[in-house]
């Protein structure tokens, strides 16, 4: 504890439980811990509930007599995330603004002025692990959430902390208890990391104009109307409007420019590979050709692949609706190596 005793680490706090339990446990190792909550972008037509959160955070601070920074990072959520998420729904990708939203805001522009304002380390409430300058799988696999930090690098590893990677989230929860925290109860969030709850397609309706097109079976039959190609994604069976009989379809693919859907069944989604670009690699780069574990969502079991040099994945196993603009993140074992973004 002691050699704790001098060393100065920012927050992150949300005002939920997890980065609420991150501050209490480095408090009581001895850091000298101040919160920061980091004021999101609004859309005036979302319910927001970042003015809460804010209130939790304060109240937890006060509980921790700890200080807490308000940093209004609302236009940088704006335009690197909401953004970077609006534009690729109309290019016909599906994003990963979480994996965004670390890379630019929480391991960006919050890790930046942190160390600029003489903080030794950051620390988040991400259940994720990090081990001799290397990043693992959270205890509890239910809540890891390495598959939203593939972006990070070596300098962000050695300044950060994960504290509550070490804990399953009944434990944590437990904990919150314990402290007295007053957000020991509070429910987990839902939805888009910066906004909150989010209803994605009347969000897109109110940012991309609707446009009818034709819903196409893969065989060339005309099976239905769409209100319009960027609003659906990849594997999608509700919200297809269909009459015709033969089902239940599945969204294959897309042409965005040609505004046209196209639908088969369930096995039409499998396939045995994936193009995979903006290779980054946490802790140096892998030799390639390499066996590697792979995710190419959150909370899917890692499957087998072997990832080329020119970014290509051969899965050992068919996988289902593979979708661009998701992650695809790499494991060995419980070690995350690196990840891309799906082509």
Known sequence: MKSNARKIVYVAMSGGVDSSVAAALLKKQGFFVVGVFMKPWQDKSIQCLWQKDREDAMRVASKLDIPLLTWDFSKEYGKKVTRYMISAYQRGITPNPDAMCNKEIKFGIFFKRAMEEGADFIATGHYARTENGKLFKAKDSNKDQTYFLWMLTKKHLKKTLFPVGEYTKPEVRRLAKKFKLPTFDKKDSQGVCFIGPLNMKSFLKQKITSKTGKII?????????????HYYTIGQRHGLNISVGGGPYYVIKKNSKKNIVYAGVD???????????????????????????????????????????????????????????QSAVFYKGLQLLGGGIIQ
């Open 217 to 229: 079976h893969l065989d060339g039959r005309v099976l239905g109307e769409h209100d319009g190609a």
């Open 267 to 325: 096995k039409d989604l499998f396939q045995k590979t994936a193009k995979v670009g903006g290779l980054q690699w946490v802790t140096g780069d892998i030799r390639l050709p390499a066996c590697i574990d792979v995710m190419i969502r959150y909370r899917t079991i890692p499957s087998k692949a072997i990832l080329k040099k020119d970014g290509i994945l051969e899965f050992k196993k068919s996988q289902r609706a593979v979708t661009a603009g």
